[in-house]
């Protein structure tokens, strides 16, 4: 049988719920991704201090989170493993499951490094790399999905927290970069360079989060911005970044470790809120497209009896009123769909910055032999000598692709 206009009408709008209910599972991906990124987040912290000079009173505290770390990361692997791999899933699920074998690889990975930590065989410097891996791994999984969602409204909030994710990483490579500092009971002009850069990059996240996020999240964040928190840490980074200061008592390591911890902490609870409502709009999306899908369907059953009514003799025609009914529902959906697009659009202009670095640090990666640890921090360095924005200094290494 032919099939009509109509049918891909339906059809259209029951690959749309299709979509939605992927996202509602990706969406609790995300949310086991982030309890992970979390818990690494303070491990890292803890084994950073942990190896510098009189460290070794940080080892059961360590032990503990390592252990945390653990129960967490067998329930990210079960979510793994739920997922379905079958050729024929949504659109870039090739790059998403890429991303997977990379984290899954560096999760293989975690008991050789937690053995080297505790042998103390490794520096801080090495140990802090190790695990910016993993986690940034973690966060490109998330970055997937921001960038699969095909609701506007689901893509800003998967937008919104990503850039909350990504800049409470970097408020977690603080952390640890300053434990380390104060642990060594020094600084140097470079070191003092790779703490500002880091506390640009939080600043740079958290500001695309609020342009992304909702006026209850917005809210949140203000109210979970712990004023004494941030004078404390305000206090001890200008002691860190400071370029009279090289040399402050290790001491100082425990006092930072604890008030970077309480702010990421309180960053925790903001997340939790952007994952609960991602879920909720995920299941509030589904219940209206089914109903839409519901009501789409009655109107095209009662315009088949009319047609069949009105033209007995054959199902192929209808009459002039009918054929401005359904071309009322076509044009419907085809404003809706472009409407939804320019949002969509505009919203993905926010995940372009990430790629244009991606894309450059891959370039390096290919041109000069580099690790993507090297690229990246070649760009970084760049941008920070020439004090030009990460952007910029990647879209001129792209402008050179040839030459390269």
Same mark, same amino acid.
């Given at each position: 049988?032919?099939?009509?206009?109509?049918?891909?009408?339906?059809?259209?709008?029951?690959?749309?719920?299709?979509?939605?209910?992927?996202?509602?599972?990706?969406? $609790?991906?995300?949310?086991?991704?982030?309890?992970?990124?979390?818990?690494?987040?303070? $491990?890292?912290?803890?084994?950073?201090?942990?190896?510098?000079?009189?460290?070794? @009173?940080?080892? $059961?505290?360590?032990?503990?989170?390592?252990?945390?770390?653990? @129960?967490? $990361?067998?329930?990210?692997? !079960?979510?793994?493993?739920?997922?379905?791999?079958?050729?024929?899933?949504?659109? *870039?699920?090739?790059?998403?499951?890429?991303?997977?074998?990379?984290?899954?690889?560096?999760?293989?990975?975690?008991?050789?490094?937690?053995?080297?930590?505790?042998?103390?065989?490794?520096?801080? !410097?090495?140990?802090?790399?190790?695990? *910016?891996?993993?986690?940034?791994?973690?966060?490109v999984v998330v970055f997937e999905a921001a960038d699969s969602a095909t609701d506007p409204e689901i893509s800003r909030a998967l937008v919104a927290m990503f850039n909350f994710m990504q800049g409470k990483e970097f408020a977690g490579q603080e952390r640890a970069f300053g434990a380390a500092c104060f642990a060594s009971g020094r600084t140097d002009t470079a070191q003092q360079q790779q703490w500002l850069h880091l506390i640009e990059l939080q600043e740079r996240c958290f500001q695309v989060f609020a342009d992304f996020s909702d006026t209850a999240v917005s809210g949140a964040w203000r109210a979970s911005q712990l004023t004494g928190v941030l004078v404390d840490l305000e206090r001890q980074r200008r002691l860190g970044c400071t370029p009279a200061s090289h040399q402050f008592d290790s001491s100082f390591s425990q006092v930072w470790f604890d008030c970077c911890t309480r702010r990421i902490d309180a960053m925790k609870t903001v997340e939790d809120l952007l994952y609960r409502n991602l879920r909720r709009l995920c299941e509030r999306k589904i219940v209206q497209a089914k109903a839409e899908l519901h009501d789409q369907q009655l109107i095209i059953d009662e315009l088949s009896r009319q047609a069949s009514a009105a033209n007995a003799d054959t199902s192929a025609h209808y009459g002039p009123q009918i054929e401005r009914s359904v071309l009322g529902l076509v044009q419907e959906q085809a404003q809706r769909l472009q409407a939804m697009s320019d949002e969509l659009e505009t919203v993905r202009a926010a995940l372009s910055e990430r790629k244009v670095v991606e894309r450059a640090k891959g370039l390096l990666m290919a041109a000069r032999k580099l690790s993507e640890d090297d690229a990246y921090k070649m760009l970084r360095q760049t941008a920070m000598s020439q004090n030009r924005r990460l952007l910029d200094v990647a879209e001129s290494v792209l402008a050179m692709a040839d030459y390269l």
């Open positions: 049988m032919t099939k009509s206009g109509l049918s891909f009408l339906v059809a259209a709008r029951q690959c749309e719920i299709a979509e939605l209910q992927q996202l509602a599972l990706t969406s $609790e991906l995300v949310s086991t991704i982030g309890q992970l990124s979390h818990a690494l987040q303070k $491990e890292r912290g803890l084994s950073n201090v942990f190896l510098g000079p009189n460290g070794m @009173h940080f080892n $059961e505290q360590r032990q503990q989170q390592t252990a945390h770390c653990t @129960h967490i $990361e067998k329930n990210v692997r !079960t979510h793994f493993d739920a997922l379905d791999t079958s050729p024929t899933q949504v659109r *870039n699920s090739a790059r998403l499951f890429s991303r997977i074998a990379v984290v899954l690889h560096a999760l293989d990975a975690l008991p050789t490094l937690r053995q080297r930590i505790a042998s103390r065989t490794l520096t801080p !410097t090495e140990s802090t790399a190790a695990f *910016n891996r993993l986690i940034s791994g973690l966060l």
